[in-house]
C-alpha cells in the first residue's frame, strides 16, 4: 500500500487523538457549495496534474496548523514538521490524491480551536477553484469568462460571514504584530513550501489568461508547475523569499478581476498569520488572536490599502523576483518566456 494512503489512513484512525489547550465555544458549522455552471470542473478535466496538486496543498496546510497547535515542545514541533514536509514533498506532491481532503480529519484540534477560519479558508479556496474551472472551459469567449467570474466573485461575497473584503489588507498585519514572522524564522523550509503552494495558486491563472490557444495555455500551465517543482530543489534557496502576491505575480489576473485578486491575497496573508500566531509562545488564546484577526480581514474600513499602494508594496517587497519569480507564459508565436 502507498505510504501516502497508509499516512491518510493513520490521521484519521488518530483524528480524536488530538486535544486542543482550550474549550472553545460552538461554532456554526453551516457551508455552502460551487455556484452552478456547466463549467465547473473543467479545470480538473482539461489540467488535472495541476488540479490535483490543490489536493495535496489542502493536506498542507490542515496538517501544519495541527503540527502547530498540538505538539507539545519546539523539539517535537520540529521532529513533526521535518517528517510532514519529507512526506509532502518527496510523496503526496508527487502522487496527489485524486480528490478533495476532508481538512478536519487531518487537523481535528484545530478545526475545534477555529472552526470559522477554516471556513473562510475553504469558501476562497472554492472562490480560487471556480476561476481556474471558468478559464479552463474552452466553450466560452473572453467577455463570458471576465463575466463568470465577477459573478462567482458576487457569489463568494454574499455569504458574508466566510468572505474576505475586495480591499487589499496592510502588509503591517502579517509583519508587525507581537507574534509576527515566528514561524517563517523557525521553519523557513515549510513556509517556503506554503509560500511555493501560493505562488503557484495565484501564477496558473496567467497561463490560463495570457495564451491564445488551448495549446498554449496547456503549455503555460505544465511551464508554470515545472517552475514550482524547481523552486522545491535545494530548499529554501530556491524558494519565494517574500510572500507571493497575486498583484505583482499575476499581473493579468489582478488587472480583469482586482477584486478576487484582493481577497487571494487577504487570504494569503491569513494564512501566514495564523502560522505566526500557533508557533508563538506569545500568544496565550490562541483562539482569541485567530479569530480578531478573522474580524480584521472582513472589515474594509480600516488597514487597506489603496490600489496604487498594493502595486506599490508589491513593488517595495522586492518585486517578483523576491516572491518566485514571473510565472512563464506564451502567446502567439512567441516560445515560453518568464
Known amino acids: 500500500m502507498p505510504t501516502t494512503i497508509l499516512r491518510i489512513g493513520a490521521v ?10 482550550v474549550a472553545p465555544a460552538q461554532d456554526q458549522r453551516g457551508e455552502q457549495f460551487y455556484y452552478p455552471g456547466s463549467f465547473n470542473w473543467e479545470f480538473l478535466g482539461r489540467y488535472p ?50 480528490f478533495a481532503v476532508a481538512e478536519e480529519t487531518v487537523a481535528p484540534g484545530y478545526a475545534k480551536l477555529a472552526w470559522r477560519a477554516k471556513l473562510m479558508f475553504d469558501w476562497a479556496h472554492v472562490l480560487h ?18 463575466s463568470l467570474v465577477e459573478r462567482v466573485t458576487d457569489y463568494y461575497l454574499s455569504k458574508r460571514e466566510a468572505a474576505f473584503v475586495t480591499a487589499p489588507k496592510s502588509m503591517h498585519l502579517m509583519d508587525e504584530q507581537y507574534y509576527s514572522q515566528t514561524f517563517r524564522t523557525r521553519y523557513r523550509a515549510f513556509n517556503g513550501l506554503i509560500w511555493a503552494y501560493h505562488w503557484l495558486q495565484v501564477g496558473l491563472y496567467e497561463p490560463l ?6 495549446g498554449e495555455r496547456q503549455d503555460g500551465v505544465r511551464a508554470t508547475i515545472t517552475r514550482f517543482w524547481d523552486m522545491l530543489r535545494d530548499p529554501p534557496t530556491n524558494m519565494p523569499g517574500m510572500m507571493p502576491m497575486t498583484v505583482t505575480v499575476a499581473p ?26 500557533l ?6 488564546d490562541k483562539r482569541q488572536a ?21 502595486r506599490e508594496m508589491g513593488e517595495m517587497m522586492g518585486g517578483v523576483d523576491a516572491m518566485g519569480g514571473a510565472v512563464p507564459i506564451r502567446t502567439g508565436s512567441d516560445p515560453i518566456t518568464p
Open 279 to 284: 508557533a508563538s509562545e506569545k500568544v496565550g
Open 252 to 277: 493579468r489576473f489582478t488587472q480583469r478581476h482586482p477584486r478576487a485578486a484582493a481577497i487571494f491575497d487577504n487570504l494569503h496573508m491569513l494564512h501566514d498569520i495564523i502560522s505566526d500566531i
Open 49 to 98: 496534474d495541476a488540479a490535483r496538486l490543490f489536493n495535496a496543498f489542502d493536506y498542507g496546510h490542515a496538517v501544519l496548523y495541527e503540527r502547530l497547535y498540538t505538539a507539545r515542545d519546539s523539539a517535537a514541533l520540529s521532529q513533526a514538521l521535518d517528517r510532514e514536509y519529507q512526506l509532502l514533498t518527496t510523496d503526496l506532491l508527487v502522487r496527489p490524491p485524486r
Open 209 to 214: 489568461l495570457a495564451g491564445r490557444q488551448e
Open 290 to 310: 485567530i479569530y480578531a484577526m478573522l474580524a480584521e480581514f472582513q472589515d474594509a474600513s480600516r488597514n487597506v490599502m489603496t490600489p496604487a499602494e498594493w
Open 12 to 21: 484519521l484512525l488518530l483524528a480524536g487523538a488530538a486535544r486542543p489547550t
Open 129 to 146: 477553484r471556480q476561476i481556474y474551472d471558468i478559464h479552463a472551459d474552452e466553450r466560452l469567449s473572453e467577455a463570458l469568462k471576465d
